[in-house]
């Protein structure tokens, strides 16, 4: 499992068209639509109330490492708790991570960086790190 951050919109500019903003259900994972203004949205589908974040907060996402949900949570915070599994995910900025081939399978690994070593999800081959300078690459 490779987690994936990346950057999302201010709140501000999460806008569509007719004064709308939108964001993701904190029960069911549905996009929901909502007036801007708004401090709360209760979902049609599954009756869940979600905050909605503070104009001009950051976003950001990963998938969760249990069951494979997108999630997403404001940028800089350490962990995010996936609401469908309960699975907690570390969630690291792009500067707090690198990337190395396994020595084995060759698959792509994503690890914390400044680790010495990283186990192979696929083939459970561990990697020493700073091994082979030609196959790190900070991200």
Do not use: D, W
């Not at 401090?39 to 969760?64: D, F, H, K, R």
């Not at 800089?76 to 690291?92: D, E, F, P, W």
Request: hydrophobic fraction near 35%.
């Amino acid at each position: 499992m490779t987690p994936r951050n990346e950057a999302l919109p201010k709140a501000s500019e999460r806008h569509s068209s007719g004064g709308q903003s939108q964001l993701v259900c904190s029960g069911c994972r549905n996009l929901l639509l909502y007036p801007v203004g708004a401090t709360t949205v209760c979902c049609a589908v599954c009756s869940a109330v979600t905050t909605v974040p503070p104009i001009g907060t950051e976003m950001a996402q990963l998938i969760c490492g249990g069951c494979h949900t997108l999630l997403m949570y404001i940028r800089g915070a350490s962990s995010v708790q996936c609401s469908c599994c309960h699975t907690v995910n570390l969630a690291l900025e792009a500067n707090q991570v690198a990337h190395v081939n396994c020595g084995n399978c060759h698959m792509l690994l994503m690890y914390q960086y400044g680790a010495r070593s990283v186990k192979c999800a696929v083939c459970n081959f561990v990697t020493s790190i700073g091994a082979s300078p030609s196959t790190e690459q900070k991200a």
